[in-house]
C-alpha cells in the first residue's frame, strides 16, 4: 500500500530535549515536506526537498532542521524545542513540486 | 509573495444543502490549485486539482474551477451530505517550489 509514514503519532518532550520525528514514504516520490497545523493558520511549510542532499527553506523553517540522504526518508529534527513548537506535524511527498501531495497521519508534539 | 485566502468558517448545512467555499489566491506566475480534506485525526487527501487557467478539478461530486481573471478557485457540491463533514483547504503550488495552504474551512452537515 503507498503511503507515508510518520513517527510517533504522539509525542510530549520539555523545552531543550532534542528530538527527532521520522518520515518514511514507499512511493519512490521525489519531492517531500515537513507542515505544521495550528488553529487559523492552515498549514505552513517548514522545510521541503527536491531530491536526495536537496533541501530548501519553507516559510517557518526556524528551530527546525532536516536532511534527506536516502529517497525516502525525511526526518524532522528539534535540536531544542521551545513551547511555541507545540503543534500539529504533517510530513508529505509527491512526484514534484506541482503534483499532489501524500501526507503522513500527523504527529501530536507538546513542548512543556 | 505568493498566498491563499479561504471563507471561515464553520460553515454549518442541511443534508443535501448546496456548498460554496471560496478561494482566492495571490501568485506570481501560473500556480497548480489544489483543494484538500482532513477529517478528524487524518492526514490531509487530495480531493481535487486544476493545473492552468479554465481547467475544472472533479471528484466525489465536489467541482471548482480555475479562475485566473478572479484569482479564485472555489469549491461547490450541488447535495452534500454527512459524511461530507470535515475540513476543507484550498492550496497551490507556485513557481518556487513551496506549497501554500489557507486556514481551513470546517463544514458541519446535520442530518
Known amino acids: 500500500e503507498a503511503q507515508v509514514t510518520q513517527n510517533p503519532r504522539y509525542l510530549i518532550t520539555v523545552t531543550g530535549k532534542k528530538l527527532t520525528v521520522t518520515c518514511s514514504q514507499n512511493?519512490?516520490?521525489?519531492?517531500m515536506s515537513w507542515y505544521r497545523q495550528d488553529p487559523g493558520l492552515g498549514l505552513r511549510q517548514i522545510y521541503y526537498?527536491?531530491?536526495?542532499?536537496?533541501?530548501d527553506k519553507g516559510d517557518v523553517p526556524e528551530g527546525y532542521k532536516v536532511s534527506r540522504k536516502e529517497k525516502r526518508n525525511f526526518p524532522l529534527i528539534l535540536e531544542s524545542p521551545s513551547p511555541n513548537q507545540t503543534s500539529l506535524y504533517f510530513c508529505?511527498?509527491?512526484?514534484?513540486?506541482?503534483?499532489?501531495?501524500?501526507f503522513g497521519n500527523g504527529t501530536r508534539l507538546t513542548v512543556t | 509573495g505568493d498566498s491563499v485566502t479561504q471563507m471561515e468558517g464553520p460553515v454549518t448545512l442541511s443534508e443535501e444543502a448546496f456548498l460554496t467555499i471560496n478561494c482566492t489566491y495571490t501568485?506570481?506566475?501560473?500556480?497548480?490549485l489544489f483543494w484538500y480534506v482532513q477529517y478528524p485525526g487524518e492526514g490531509l487527501q487530495l480531493l481535487l486539482k486544476?493545473?492552468?487557467?479554465?481547467d475544472k478539478g472533479s471528484n466525489k461530486g465536489f467541482e471548482a474551477t480555475y479562475r485566473k481573471e478572479t484569482t479564485s478557485f472555489h469549491l461547490e457540491k450541488g447535495s452534500v451530505q454527512v459524511s461530507d463533514s470535515a475540513v476543507y483547504f484550498c492550496?497551490?503550488?507556485?513557481?518556487?517550489?513551496?506549497?501554500?495552504f489557507g486556514s481551513g474551512t470546517k463544514l458541519n452537515v446535520k442530518p
Open positions: 508529505a511527498s509527491s512526484l514534484g513540486p506541482r503534483s499532489p501531495l501524500h
Open positions: 512511493m519512490n516520490h521525489e519531492y
Open positions: 526537498s527536491m531530491n536526495v542532499e536537496v533541501t
Open positions: 501568485a506570481t506566475g501560473y500556480p497548480s
Open positions: 486544476a493545473t492552468k487557467a479554465d
Open positions: 492550496a497551490l503550488s507556485g513557481d518556487f517550489n513551496k506549497f501554500y
